[in-house]
């Protein structure tokens, strides 16, 4: 939990710094960069945790994979690291990331669907989407067919299930809690 405020405090610092600056592109590109790296390479990932490993040998790391990076961007990978909160930097990138999402006015949506959308319905989706969420809606769309028809949207920790397999369980649900309605009385 303390990991989390300390990530918080330091994203929160870069974007008020890149906003401040008139530099959010180049720093969030950076700062993409940056946690892609981390998260696709365990040696790095390993190598900003150890303990055993001296700050100026990971900071000569870092300056290798910013060298086309923003100087704001180096500095602030360079802070970090003077503070020995290197072991925090993915955390630090992935809240960022966040932050600068809802500053935008942005958000992505992970949607699983029983079969592939049309750019008709992608569009009505979004449409939707964009208008309930008050938002500019990024798709990661994903197939599986145990839905047999429908959608799942997921927006950060909400999910809004459309499926055809939840108003299904739904109706299964009232009909045993409530019984059967036939529209006969005795």
Same mark, same amino acid.
Do not use: C, W
């Given at each position: 939990?303390?990991?989390?405020?300390? =990530?918080?405090?330091?994203? =929160?610092?870069?974007?008020? #710094?890149?906003? &401040?600056?008139? +530099?959010?592109?180049?720093?969030?590109?950076?700062? @993409?960069? !940056? %946690?892609?790296? +981390?998260?696709?390479?365990?040696? #790095?990932?390993?190598?900003?945790?150890?303990?055993? +490993?001296?700050? /100026?040998?990971?900071?000569?790391?870092?300056?290798?994979?910013?060298?086309?990076?923003?100087?704001?961007?180096?500095?602030?990978?360079?802070?970090?690291?003077?503070?020995? %909160? &290197?072991?925090?930097?993915? *955390?630090?990138?992935?809240?960022?990331?966040?932050? %600068?999402? @809802?500053?935008?006015?942005? !958000?992505? !949506?992970?949607?699983?669907?029983? $079969?592939?959308?049309?750019?008709?319905?992608?569009?009505? #989706?979004?449409?939707?989407? &964009?208008?309930?969420?008050?938002?500019?809606? *990024?798709?990661?769309? @994903?197939?599986?067919? =145990?839905?047999? *028809?429908?959608? +799942?949207?997921?927006?950060?920790?909400? !999910?809004?299930?459309? =499926?055809?397999? /939840?108003?299904?369980?739904?109706? %299964?649900?009232?009909?045993? &809690?409530?019984?059967? $309605?036939? *529209?006969?009385?005795?």
């Amino acid at each position: 939990m303390a990991d989390s405020k300390v =990530s918080y405090r330091y994203a =929160s610092s870069l974007l008020g #710094l890149a906003v &401040e600056k008139k +530099i959010l592109d180049a720093v969030s590109e950076d700062v @993409e960069m !940056v %946690r892609s790296a +981390i998260e696709k390479n365990a040696m #790095l990932r390993n190598l900003l945790e150890s303990p055993v +490993i001296k700050p /100026h040998s990971k900071a000569s790391i870092m300056d290798e994979i910013l060298s086309k990076a923003h100087p704001e961007t180096k500095k602030f990978v360079r802070f970090v690291i003077d503070k020995n %909160r &290197e072991d925090l930097l993915f *955390g630090i990138t992935s809240v960022f990331l966040r932050l %600068r999402d @809802e500053y935008i006015g942005f !958000v992505n !949506v992970s949607i699983k669907t029983a $079969y592939e959308f049309n750019d008709e319905q992608k569009k009505r #989706l979004k449409e939707k989407l &964009e208008s309930l969420l008050n938002k500019k809606v *990024g798709f990661n769309f @994903e197939i599986d067919k =145990s839905l047999v *028809g429908g959608f +799942i949207a997921q927006v950060n920790d909400t !999910v809004y299930d459309a =499926s055809l397999k /939840h108003q299904l369980d739904l109706l %299964r649900t009232q009909l045993l &809690e409530g019984g059967i $309605y036939t *529209g006969q009385t005795n």
